[in-house]
């Protein structure tokens, strides 16, 4: 018997093995969703029991195999839930592992990526899982922290929950066996990796109909959450194992969350030897290839058990690796360009700003829908001018500051203020009259303010028409500012009218 058949033999086993254990944690997940089922339908005064009763259920019997010191703690494999509102039955479940790095945090930026330019219906179908793996409690309460201040909305809603490990949840690397040429620090990590990875899959898996493994150093491209459903449809009833949206590493990999338990436990079988993308990568091998055939074989069939998706739909952008001392130039050549502005049919305008803008990206060309304003650092009192050749009836606005790229060049305390076109209305914005607004400066009434990088609201009737509409900057700035969204108004149809008739006479002039 050849080597390569007396290991595939032994593969098979252990997959065999694998399909038995599963079954069994399958058996056990069904007991507990009965068991919450059931708790649910006990009425309030039973509640102390019913609690007492689901903690001495039994834990994952794989993880506890492969994982023994698990089982001197009971509840080692419970996770820690710091933000959110445990939402379930979306779509997608966008997991983001993150840890401590000794020179760069990207997870902020990551996170604003993600929701960049969700609409509020696609943000009801998604929740976001930061798995902070780390047992250092100062630590992870400076990331919940940080996404608490940063997400507010995002976390009240139930988009976005933050998890950590329990304190018992890794063992002891100290012992662990150097392979392939690897230093005892780095085969330390890439297991530490694989035991994340599988933590958080086993926290997803009952969240949404589908998982997705992203990276805390990533960016998304615009429009991915339909992207990826429209793709998901077109191949739902086809076989494969997962769906790639980005070529690099475990980034971007689709699975449904139904197979995660099976996933889980090859992972946890052999989370010392190989990193992550190795073992997915065995996985097809053990499911597909033929020892008796070529290595092209093989490849065609692996490829049926994962579907490539272009242009890939994430971009790696660290480049401090969260190995320390490794620096990760990885880029995917499938990405493409990102889309950095979104244009909307404004009504004719005279435009002017206090702003420098940086390299041609003008306040015209962000207003005609022809590019992204990108000013130098605001100071206070800087402004954005915007005064329509025709007063006009606006029911609301949306401002969008930062892009998917430059998210972090946003407006901060900045206010979004209008100039009624009726003199008795500005008089009683002046006294405080009007409920929906106060006083600013010029005649101008304050309706809102950026949060996050967007104003958006609505326009009070009692203002009537409105004559010009700005942006005041109310305290000096670290970072330049840039719009990619301007103005987008809502309007009333007789708005539209002189918006139509304005656009046809500007057409009119160029004929």
């Known amino acids: 018997m050849t080597l ?96 401590r790095r000794q020179k760069q945090s990207y997870l902020v930026n990551t996170v604003s990526s993600l929701i960049f330019d969700l609409t509020p219906a696609q943000k009801n179908d998604i929740v976001i899982v930061i798995f902070v793996a780390e047992t250092d409690g100062a630590f992870v309460s400076s990331v919940t922290e940080s996404i608490q201040k940063s997400f507010p909305d995002d976390v009240k809603s139930g988009l976005i929950e933050v998890i950590s490990p329990s304190t018992h949840y890794y063992p002891d690397f100290t012992n662990l ?14 297991t530490k990796q694989n035991l994340d990875y599988s933590f958080l899959m086993l926290y997803a898996q009952h969240k949404g109909t589908y998982y997705i493994q992203l990276e805390d150093d990533i960016v998304a491209k615009s429009g991915y959450s339909d992207t990826i459903k429209g793709y998901v449809q077109q191949v739902v009833t086809e ?25 889980v436990e090859f992972v946890l079988m052999f989370h010392k030897d190989k990193p992550i993308d190795w073992l997915l990568d065995h996985i097809l091998w053990v499911k597909v290839c033929n020892p008796e055939k070529d290595a092209k074989h093989c490849s065609n069939e692996k490829a049926k058990l994962k579907r490539t998706f272009k242009p890939s739909q994430f971009q790696h952008v660290g480049l401090h690796s969260s190995l320390p001392g490794k620096i990760q130039n990885l880029k995917d050549k499938d990405f493409g360009k990102q889309i950095l502005f979104k244009a909307h049919n404004n009504p004719v305008a005279v435009l002017s700003t206090s702003l420098k803008d940086y390299q041609g990206h003008s306040l015209d060309k962000a207003y005609r829908g022809e590019d992204f304003f990108w000013g130098l650092t605001p100071v206070k009192g800087d402004h954005v001018l915007i005064t329509f050749s025709q007063p006009q009836t606006i029911k609301g606005y949306f401002f969008r500051s930062g892009n998917i790229e430059t998210n972090g060049d946003k407006f901060y305390n900045t206010t979004v203020e209008v100039l009624p076109n009726d003199a008795s209305v500005r008089e009683q914005v002046e006294k405080g009259q009007l409920s929906c607004c106060r006083p600013s400066s010029d005649d101008f009434a304050v309706i809102g303010s950026f949060v996050n990088g967007i104003a958006e609201g609505e326009v009070d009737g009692a203002l009537r028409e409105i004559a010009a509409i700005r942006l005041v900057v109310q305290s000096d700035s670290d970072v330049w500012v840039l719009l990619s969204e301007f103005l987008k108004l809502k309007q009333t149809s007789e708005s539209h009218k002189d918006l139509n008739n304005n656009n046809n006479k500007q057409k009119a002039k160029h004929m």
């Open 177 to 190: 066996k150097e392979t392939f040429g690897d230093s005892k620090e780095r085969v330390r990590w890439r």
């Open 239 to 263: 076989q494969w194992l997962y769906l790639e949206f980005s070529q690099l590493g475990f980034i971007g990999k689709l699975f449904r969350a139904s197979d995660l338990p099976r996933i």
């Open 4 to 99: 390569i058949q007396t290991v595939y033999e032994r593969l098979v086993k252990a997959e065999q093995r694998g399909e038995a254990l599963s079954v069994k944690l399958l058996q056990v997940l069904e007991d507990l969703q009965n068991w919450t089922i059931a708790s649910n339908n006990i009425s309030s005064s039973n509640s102390s029991e019913t609690s007492a009763i689901l903690r001495f259920l039994p834990v994952e019997p794989n993880a506890l195999l492969y994982l023994p010191h698990l089982r001197e703690h009971q509840e080692s494999l419970k996770p820690i839930v710091h933000l959110g509102q445990r939402r379930t039955g979306v779509s997608l479940v966008l997991g983001v592992p993150t840890v």
